[in-house]
């Protein structure tokens, strides 16, 4: 067994005069046993001789199997593992951690950050839990559990703890609420396009025509269209405060259908607001942590744009102002959600301006045209795995899981065709079962007993 404990108070070698084991100059002071000399695992020292043996047993087992846990490095308070380890070691894109990091360090950080990666247990999660949905909805709530389990599993990974806690089989996230993918009605999204900008009406017909995403919709280019598909190659993001290009989400590639109908929209939205080049850097999924001045640039020739085509951004569109100057207010004045409150603030030395403050759910944000895209195409029997692939989806059967409620012709169309087998027999069949029992019979109307065939045995 390797390793070995070394008394700290006394030498090895006796006194040469008298045979006794001489003191050492730390005699009396700390701790007297050490654990010393076990591959990968740091010197250990104890008070008693007991505990460091049971220590030097389990660590060298522990250690030879490659399951070695030093709790001493679970010590570290969560804050401390995060901020300094985790979160700048983690390779995500920066759209992704960019939506990650408000849930770290608003919603668990605040709360359970102070305390040591080895005293948190089932209890003090269910206490975070506790805390954390007094500030956050349910479907936050489930993202950011899942955010913490990760950094605990990172840990255990580390071998910084034992296990991760949030594995306990008594412990899952609080159930979301059963919800259903929102589609409009022609009428509504009629009237939502009618009331925005002229500038940005073609928006809704890239989403609703092409099922694009709304970074897609800011990122396509005219030169995206190939008869009848568009090549879904980008999307406008933004990371840190500042825009720029990336691959659509997940960085899939795909192809999308380009009616005839919106393909003309294109044409004409481009003859009223020319295109404009545009120059953003290039977000690369396999090199998220290249620093921003590194990244490579890309121009591309936006169909819509701002009417600021100067600046840092170009005209791109910034998502998160086109939200709440240009899609709120067209939802309002489509009447699809209430006009906002608005409160007048007042700063020192400046002018009073006006914030508002909208009600609008969540299932109305631009999204929400890309499910009513989905709608359409199931209302006209397209299949799932048409669909899947259109919207950019790995697997059908989520796709299946989302849309299901927009096939309600399934059903009834599969009933109704059933039916008319009953009556009709099928192709050649009798129409009917008192024909069929004539006709077994051979018209005289009391059956009679037929020659055994393999149709008759069920073959």
């Given amino acids: 067994m390797p390793g070995y404990i070394e008394d700290r108070w006394y030498s090895k070698r006796p006194d040469p005069a008298t045979g006794e084991r001489r003191k050492t100059a730390r005699y009396g002071q700390g701790k007297r046993w050490r654990v010393a000399g076990i591959p990968g695992v740091r ?25 070695f846990y030093d709790p001493r490095d679970g010590n570290i308070t969560l804050q401390e593992y995060v901020e300094g380890t985790w979160w700048p070691n983690l390779r995500l894109s920066p759209g992704t951690k960019q939506s990650m990091k408000s849930r770290i360090f608003k919603h668990i950080l605040p709360h359970i950050g102070s305390m040591p990666l080895n005293r948190i247990g089932p209890d003090e999660i269910r206490r975070w839990l506790i805390r954390a949905e007094q500030d956050i909805d349910v479907n936050t709530v489930i993202v950011t559990w899942r955010h913490f389990s990760s950094i605990l599993q990172a840990a255990h990974k580390a071998k910084r703890i034992p296990d991760n806690p949030f594995r306990d089989e008594d412990l899952s996230p609080p159930a979301a609420p059963p919800s259903k993918a929102k589609a409009w009605p022609e009428e509504t999204v009629a009237a939502v396009r009618a009331a925005l900008d002229g500038r940005y009406r073609i928006l809704v017909d ?45 960085g899939k590639f795909r192809d999308a259908p380009c009616p005839p109908e919106l393909a003309a929209a294109v044409k004409e939205y481009a003859n009223i607001y020319p295109t404009v080049d ?32 100067r600046g840092l951004s170009g005209g791109a569109i910034n998502r998160a102002t086109f939200d709440d100057k240009q899609w709120r207010p067209a939802l309002a004045r489509a009447g699809v959600i209430p006009q906002p409150a608005v409160e007048y603030v ?27 895209f989905a709608s359409i195409v199931l209302h006209e029997g397209e299949t799932i795995t048409q669909l899947a692939a259109w919207l950019g989806h790995t697997d059908p059967a989520f796709t299946l899981r989302t849309y299901t409620h927009f096939m309600p012709k399934s059903g009834t169309m599969a009933i109704a065709a059933l039916g008319r087998w009953v009556t009709s027999g099928g192709a050649g069949a009798p129409a009917s079962v008192a024909d069929a029992a004539v006709e077994i019979s051979g018209g005289s109307g009391s059956p009679q007993i037929l020659p055994s065939t393999p149709l008759d045995q069920g073959n």
């Avoid at 998220?288 to 591309?300: A, H, I, Q, Y």
Wanted: hydrophobic content about 35%; aromatic content about 8%; charged content about 30%.
């Fill in 206 to 250: 890239l989403a609703v025509g092409a099922g694009l995403r709304q970074g897609e919709c800011f990122g396509f280019s005219p030169d995206d269209v190939d008869g009848e598909e568009i090549h879904v190659r980008r999307q406008i993001v933004k990371v840190a405060g500042k825009l720029a290009f990336a691959p659509p989400k997940r």
């Fill in 278 to 309: 545009v120059t953003l850097p290039w977000i690369d999924p396999n090199r998220p942590s290249l620093p921003w001045e590194k990244r490579p640039m890309v121009t591309v020739r936006l169909l819509v744009t701002t009417t600021r085509t």
């Fill in 43 to 67: 010197d250990r020292s104890f008070d008693k001789e007991a505990p460091a043996k049971a220590w030097l047993k389990a660590s060298a087992t522990d250690s030879t199997r490659g399951t």
């Fill in 346 to 372: 007042q700063v020192a030395g400046k002018k009073p301006w006006a914030r508002r403050e909208w009600n609008m759910p969540r299932e109305d944000g631009f999204h929400v045209t890309r499910h009513t």
